[in-house]
Every structure is written in structure tokens, then in C-alpha cells.
């Protein structure tokens, strides 16, 4: 069995982490931050039922791939890439939608970034729709270690507000 080292992400989350806890942030134009709006918007209906303490492991340690619990957070990603048109009804990838979506970005070094993830990964496959979320996000991160680091510190964040079950 392969342990693979991957991340949480949702093709939203994935813009919006690297938009949201971006030093540039005061500088992000008008159009970036409607591009940032509606990805939150995404990632608020696709995670709001997510169990971060779950989908965190995913992020900071090694995890088992075949063990069913991590399954519902490659869904919410592929919940986002669907809801955004980067993955289509078949559960097939759009990798000409993410283009678009890079082309929008009018930040420079988060347009890069993103193009660069485009470049590796817009060949990313999968047996279906959550496993092509998960594979994509894997190739996004390893694409893209500064990606990582925004996500790492936007779970702790979210880890933290959420609300203690009594």
C-alpha cells in the first residue's frame, strides 16, 4: 500500500487560500476579489458539513488512502470543482475551465502560481469523481509548496473557530 502525503483542498479553496492569506492582499484589484467572493461562496456550501479535525490529517500527517473516513473530504473538494465547472457531470476533469479561472486572476505572483499547478496538473485523472479531487489536489501541492503552507494555516484557523460539540 502507497501512503501518499497530501492536502485538503477544493479547487475553491485552493484560489481562495492563496487570495485570502495573500500580503498582497490590500493591492487585490476589483476583479480578483469578485473572483474570491464567489469561491468562498463555493466553499461555504461544499464544506460547511466537513469534519475538519478529519480533513486536517489530510493536511499534516501521512494518511491511508483506502480508509473510508478521509473519502468525505475528497468529496467536498469535488463538490467545489464541480459547483466552479472543473469537473463536469460525468465526473470527468475540466482542466479548460481552471485555465479560465487562471486567466481571471489578476495578481501576478498568485496568476503564476496558478498556472504553474494548471501546466502540471491539468492531466490529472481519476476513477471517479472525489478520487480525481483528491489526485489533483495531491499534484496541486506538491506543485505548489507555498499553496500548501496557505492551507495548512487556513484549516488550523477554521480547526479553531469551529465550535466545540457538547
Given at each position: ?26 493591492d ?21 458539513d466537513?469534519?475538519?479535525g ?24 469535488a463538490?467545489?470543482?464541480?459547483d ?5 457531470a ?77
Amino acid at each position: 500500500m502507497i501512503i501518499k502525503k497530501t492536502l485538503l483542498v477544493s479547487v475553491s479553496v485552493l484560489f481562495g487560500c492563496l487570495f485570502s492569506i495573500n500580503k498582497a492582499a490590500d493591492d487585490t484589484d476589483a476583479g480578483d476579489k469578485e473572483l474570491l467572493s464567489k469561491l468562498f461562496t463555493v466553499a461555504y456550501k461544499c464544506f460547511k458539513d466537513a469534519d475538519w479535525g478529519t480533513c486536517g490529517e489530510m493536511i499534516t500527517t501521512k494518511y491511508d488512502i483506502t480508509q473510508a473516513k478521509y473519502k468525505q473530504c475528497t468529496c467536498h473538494m469535488a463538490c467545489a470543482g464541480e459547483d466552479l465547472g472543473m469537473i463536469n457531470a460525468s465526473g470527468q476533469p475540466e482542466p479548460a475551465k481552471f485555465l479560465e479561472y487562471v486567466n481571471r486572476i489578476n495578481n501576478p505572483g498568485i496568476k503564476s502560481q496558478m498556472q504553474q499547478i494548471y501546466d502540471k496538473c491539468k492531466n490529472v485523472k481519476g476513477v471517479e469523481k472525489c478520487d480525481l479531487a483528491e489526485q489533483f489536489a495531491i499534484c496541486a501541492f506538491k506543485e505548489s509548496p507555498a499553496l500548501k503552507e496557505r492551507m495548512t494555516t487556513l484549516i488550523e484557523m477554521l480547526v479553531k473557530m469551529k465550535p466545540k460539540s457538547k
